[in-house]
């Protein structure tokens, strides 16, 4: 009997020295989301779960806007995320070490706007010059404002730039403490359904601006946390194409998983062809135009020449998760 209750007790022990040791090799990777877009609709599916059984916990942290949530990568806490096209610029010209993965494509003339109040006696965006604008300040809503006020014949130095992230623009917007507001889905159409808001300018004309996915150097130059970035990819590939074929679904199903209600997702997902691909060499080009035109108008804080040090070619997502060994 008492050898039975050693062995027993051996056995024990070495179970829970293995499950200690397993947990200990356990790999967490932490996304950055925003409100709305693939990575949202990912996560309410729930499709990473089942890789826990695979050794990888899967985080995720809501942001408000891109800025903090690149800051937040930079600084390690975040190991990928997705932003407009001004964050990056930003991020890379204040030194962070960051590196584009991917790109979704916008296809959409009204996925951020520029508003004004029904009651606004402002017409054009001529009739800004003076007036006081919300923004959040580096997101793609401040890169929309500065080719607005461009085709509109003004400057940033024509206007008084407010900077606010959503939570905080929304009240100054309804209160009269800022006269527009230049904002992104789907903050944009929210507040044209219960702020009592009308569209001065959205983006047809002008440069959409597409969505890209970061991650931090160290991420791509750590095998495990590149592996789990390639499969975080291959499954956005995959909830873009389930969820443009779903539209019904999404909307219906996945408004509280969204925080987004469903008057508003009615609206933003019909709008664009939810897509993603590897970033190339040629998406170089219209961000060093943005990050030049910035530097122009004086809100970037130093020259920024963007190449292939800030991006990583990776394969092509779907096919590449075949090749992770995963079982």
């Keep these: 009997m008492k050898t039975l209750t050693r062995t027993t007790l051996t056995l024990s022990a070495l179970s829970l020295t293995a499950l200690s040791l397993g947990q200990a090799h356990a790999l967490t990777f932490t996304i950055g ?81 520029l508003l004004v109040r029904q009651d606004s006696p402002i017409r054009t965006v001529a009739d800004l010059k003076g007036k006081r604008i919300g923004v959040a300040r580096g997101s793609s809503a401040h890169a929309f404002l500065y080719n607005a006020l461009k085709a509109g014949g003004l400057t940033l130095k024509d206007v008084t730039v407010v900077p606010l992230l959503p939570p905080d623009a929304r009240p100054a917007f309804e209160n009269g403490s800022i006269d527009a507001w230049s904002i992104w889905d789907p903050f944009y159409t929210t507040a ?18 597409d969505s890209y996915y970061l991650a931090p150097s160290a991420v ?89 040090q800030n991006y990583a070619t990776l394969p092509a997502f779907g096919p590449a998760l075949a090749g992770l060994g995963l079982k």
């Design 220 to 308: 791509l130059n750590d095998p495990q946390k590149k592996r789990a970035l390639q499969i975080v990819l291959a499954e956005l590939e995959g909830t873009a194409k389930w969820a443009n074929a779903n539209q019904a679904t999404v909307i219906s199903q996945f408004s509280d998983e969204l925080g987004i209600p469903k008057s508003v997702l009615e609206v933003t997902v019909p709008k664009n062809e939810f897509n993603i691909r590897p970033f190339r060499a040629a998406d170089v080009k219209p961000l060093q135009t943005l990050a030049a035109a910035f530097r122009e108008a004086g809100v970037l804080p130093r020259d920024l020449k963007l190449g292939a």
């Design 33 to 113: 989301y925003q409100k709305g877009g693939i990575p949202n609709i990912l996560k309410a599916r729930g499709t990473l779960d089942k890789y826990a059984a695979q050794g990888i916990d899967f985080k995720w942290v809501l942001f408000t806007a891109g800025p903090p949530l690149l800051e937040a990568a930079n600084a390690g806490a975040v190991d990928f995320g997705s932003v407009g096209n001004a964050p990056g610029v930003f991020a890379l010209a204040g030194g962070a070490d960051l590196k584009y993965v991917g790109v979704s494509v916008n296809r959409s003339d009204s996925t951020e706007g």
């Design 192 to 209: 044209l359904q219960g702020a009592s808001a009308r569209v001065l300018r959205d983006h047809k004309g002008l440069d959409r601006g």
